[in-house]
Structure formats: C-alpha cells, structure tokens
C-alpha cells in the first residue's frame, strides 16, 4: 500500500534558449526543421490508443511557403466521433480510481521529455506548421508547455492539501473527484502549450478527454499526443479526433455524459456552445463545466508621463509579435497628443528595420499569418481603414500571399476612437492608434473602458503613480491581465495567471489552482466517531434547578 504524502515545491520556470548561431539548441532544432521540412506525416486519429485512418483527409502546409506539403490529416465522422467518446467514457473509470501521485508522475514525465528529448522536435513542428521564429516557439511549445504540466502538479497538490478542520468527535475531509463524464477540450492554432494545457490541467484531476485540435496546427498537437503516450498516459484517456467543428459539435452535445468543456478561441463559436449547451441541458447527467478563454481587442494606453522608448518598444513588441496572432496582443492604442510626433518618428524607424519571411530564416521577426482565410479577413480590415475619411495608414498595409500569407505590420491612425478597427478583434498584425489630449486623460479611460466587448488583456505607460492608480481604477474590469509599463502579452505560467472576462471567457485564469479545480467535482466526508444513542438533547430534560 502506497501511503506516501509527495510535497512538491514551487517550480521555477523553464530557462528559455537563446538559438544564437552555432549554440548546441541551434544545431539541433536546424536539423528537425530539415527532418520535418523532407518528410510529409500521415497523421491518423488516435481513439482508445488505436491509428484510425478514414480516407477522408486534409492538408498541412507551411503558412509562409503554402506550396509546401507537411503533413496530411484524417478526418473524424460522426461514427469516429462516438468511439471516441466511448473510449473516453471506458478509460474514465479506472483513470479517476487511479492514484494522484500515479497521475502527476505521467504529467511531470511529459515535461521531462519536452524539455530534453522533444524540444528541438517541438519547436520545429511549431515553427513550420504555425509560422512561428525561434524565439516565439520557443517561449510556446517547449517553454510554456513544460511550465503549464509541472506548475499544475504542485498547484494540484495544494488544491488535495486544501482539507476541511475535524473536531475529536469526527473526521472531516474533501475528496476533489474528477468529474461525472468526458471533457470536450477544443484547442487553437496559436500556441501548442495551450493545446496540452487543455487536455492536461483536466486529465491530472483524473478525467477523460475528447480532443479536437486546430487543424492549422495538428502537426505540432499530433506530436505533443504521441509524447503523451510515451509518457504513460494510458489509452483513451485522451482521444485525438480531428474534425470539422459542425461535425463534431452535433455529435458532441447530445451526449449525456458530457462533463465540461474546455475551449480557446472565437467568441463566437463559444456563445455557439454555451446555447447548444442550454439547448439540452434536460439531457446531460450533471450541469456541464464550461471553462473558455475567447476573443480580445487588446490595449496599450500611454500617459504624458511615459518613457516614450519604451512605450514604442511594447507597441512593437505587444502588436506584431508572433503577427498579432496572439489572444493577447495588443490592437489599440491610446497616445497623447504631445507625444505623438517623436513617438511615430521613433516607431516607424524601428517598423523599417522589421524583416519578415520565413521562420528558417532567423533573421526575420515577422513570418505568415495562419491561413488563407486569416489573411483575407485581415486584408479586409486593413482596405476599410484605406477608404475610410476617419483613418489612415501610416506604416505597412500591404499583403502578398502568392508564396506564403505575409502581411506587413500595419499601423493605422484614427480619429474616431469607436473606429471599426478600434472595436473589432482582427487577429493580425494591425494596431489603431488614436491621439487624445493630454487633459483628457480620465476621460479617455472611461472611452477605453467602454469601446470594446472584450477584457482580456491592457497595458498602462507612465512614470506618474497618480496616473498609474487612476488606470487601475478607471480600467478595473477592462482587463483580466493588466501590465503596468510593459506589453500586454507574454504570460508567464506562475507568475501571470491568464484570462479575461467579458467577451473575453469565464477568466478561470490558465496556470493557476483556479482552472485546476474546475476539472473537480468535491465530495465532502464526515466521519462521526462516537455517534449519539438518544435522540433526546440537554435542554429537553425535566430537572428543576435548586
């Protein structure tokens, strides 16, 4: 009998690698590009740990050369679909029986291998499937992923530590049970760390998965499943089922053992499952867990009193890293009128040294956007700002995607702070800046405040405590992550839970106990150890007092 009581101490993040030419990283990762680069992948599903090939199938190209083959996918039907929740729904049982320490041993031995084994495989698969530089797959899906698996096995050890008192007469205890059912866990293109956290965090409380990847970035979530197989994740514990979201979501929603639901991506398509959710609540065996992190329109506001580099440096930085493709990034921005001529000045010479193309190439800061239809959608945003009398473009705005989606940063001027592009989530490499006067400061927080659906991530600029604390105040629920002179993107696991609210999802904040505890259904234990014979209490005897 194992009874052993692991304590586990705070992790300290993963160092992040440099990749500077010739560095041992560097070697290694420009061989998996040249291994990935000569290869095209068959990838199948994986359902109850068995290859399942249907014939119907997709293409994986690179974003930045789209003529250029990875990989091809299988495609889940309806008939895929329910195996995979039956193999889920098998697994689940003896998964959940199976103790803490036995689950939290797979999860750090994921990290381990990620760390040392995987990552330069990680990283490549990232950076060609997902257009990503060096440094942006780096700081994702080697970095990220291993912080996100081995801070939630100490936060999961404080949630079982988290006991109830007992008194003499009783023992008291909580017993954080997984779930009643499978979790539907449906991941994004954007960040591989955030397609293991969404299978993980809940696998580690003992539940089951049925897993829809982002087939925009299956290639690099095929391999983390395969890791997670070598790591000793037992077969349909997690199902990996590619499919259209139609598809899946007919199928999904009718089940009556569907527990929870674990989700990034548009707002929209998450409001589209809260109502089907709604629609047959009457069906399901306990209220579904909805756990989503949504859309964003990201802001960086300047005051008078900010250091004007570094203000330029994370509205670089905060914009067009990774192409704006970040649910973090930043896509408004607030300046004071007097800051506004050196402030373009020294923006725009640093926008004209930017290279963009291939991610191989590591000299490039900007590479491709996702897909065709991102690049489309974006091009239309950056073509309305051009005809419209209430804005201009005064860096990038041009796009080519005859060899890969490539569009320039692009900076448009507004002078209508409810403009379009001031609004609207565009997921791209576009920031609108509107100029106020510098008295209006408290006054264009509340504008802030009140221009967009979402409070995701926000950024304050400014040496002024006043003005910092008068932010804080003004912008209190304009942002589930609030930087204080610094970029609005980066989250560091441990150190900044992440997630918004409003539009922007449940803010069950990623890489905390928070999220961890969603995948929980507590049981509460009282043990009476002497328990009363006569029903009969002291007040109710018949005595007269002498």
């Known amino acids: 009998m194992n009874n052993s009581i692991f304590k586990f101490e705070r992790p300290k993040n993963e160092t992040i690698m440099g990749y500077a030419p010739c560095s041992a990283e560097r070697v290694a990762l420009e061989i998996e590009l040249k291994n990935l ?10 359902i109850g740990g068995k290859e399942i090939r249907t014939g119907v199938t997709g293409k994986v190209v690179m974003p930045h050369n789209h003529s250029h083959l990875l990989a091809t996918y299988h495609i889940a039907g309806e008939k895929e679909i329910q195996m995979a ?11 959940a029986q199976t103790s803490w320490i036995d689950r939290v041993s797979v999860t750090i031995k994921i990290a381990e291998l990620i760390s040392k084994k995987y990552r330069a495989l990680m990283n490549a698969a990232t950076m060609l499937g997902q257009s990503k530089n060096a440094y942006q797959a780096e700081i994702d899906s080697a970095c990220e992923v291993v912080d996100f698996l081995r801070f939630n096995a100490f936060f999961a050890s404080e949630i079982y530590n988290g006991q109830p008192l007992s008194e003499d007469s009783n023992l008291n205890r909580t017993e954080y049970r997984p779930l009643e059912g499978f979790v539907f866990s449906v991941s994004p293109f954007n960040f ?25 970035s299956i290639l690099s979530n095929y391999i983390l499943m395969k890791i997670f197989k070598e790591a000793g994740l037992p077969d349909g514990v997690i199902n990996f089922v590619p499919s259209k979201g139609s598809v899946i979501g007919k199928e999904i929603f009718k089940q009556p053992m569907l ?5 990034t991506g548009s707002t929209s398509t998450f409001n589209l499952f809260w109502k089907q959710i709604g629609d047959n609540l009457s ?20 005051h008078q009193s900010a250091r004007l580099d570094e203000a330029v440096i994370a509205a670089i930085r905060g ?17 004071p009128k007097s800051m506004w001529p050196d402030f373009k000045a020294l923006m ?41 009398n209430e804005s201009e473009i005064i860096f990038g705005g041009k796009g080519d995607k005859s060899i890969g989606y490539f569009i320039e940063p692009t900076v448009i001027l507004t002078t209508n702070p409810h403009f379009l592009t001031m609004e609207e989530e565009i997921f791209g490499p576009v920031l609108t800046i509107y100029l106020y006067s510098d008295e209006e400061y408290e006054q264009t927080l509340d504008v802030c405040d009140q221009t967009s659906p979402y409070a995701l991530t926000g950024a304050i600029f400014a040496t002024d405590r006043a003005a910092i604390n008068m932010a804080m105040k003004k912008l209190r629920y304009a942002a589930g992550n609030f930087y204080i002179n610094d970029k609005p993107t980066g989250a560091v696991v441990g150190q900044q839970p992440f997630g918004g609210a409003r539009a922007s999802g449940t803010n069950d904040k990623a890489g905390s106990s928070l999220n961890l505890i969603r995948w929980t259904n507590a049981r509460t234990i009282k043990e009476t150890l002497v328990p009363p ?7 109710m005897k018949d005595e007269i007092c002498k």
């Not at 591989?192 to 925009?216: D, E, F, Q, R, Y």
């Not at 069906?283 to 300047?302: A, C, D, H, I, M």
């Open 283 to 302: 069906n399901y065996r306990s209220y579904p867990k909805l756990v989503g992190e949504t859309g964003g329109k990201n802001f960086l506001f300047v």
């Open 319 to 335: 914009a067009f890293e990774y192409q704006g493709q970040k649910c973090s990034a930043a896509s408004r921005a607030y300046f």
């Open 37 to 46: 680069s000569e290869s095209v992948m068959d990838i199948p599903l994986i």
């Open 533 to 539: 014979t006569d029903y009969r209490y002291s007040f």
């Open 348 to 388: 725009l010479k640093n926008l004209n040294e930017i290279k963009i193309g291939d991610p191989t190439d590591f000299t490039n800061f900007i590479n491709a956007v996702i897909d065709e239809s991102s690049f489309d959608n974006i091009m239309t945003y950056i073509q309305k700002a051009k005809e419209s």
């Open 259 to 263: 527990a929870g639901i674990h989700f």
């Open 85 to 95: 929740v039956d193999a889920a729904l098998a697994a689940r049982e003896k998964w």
């Open 192 to 216: 591989t760390a955030i397609a293991s956290n969404l299978n993980m965090s809940p696998v580690l409380m003992g539940n089951s998965i049925v897993w829809k990847p982002a087939t925009t």
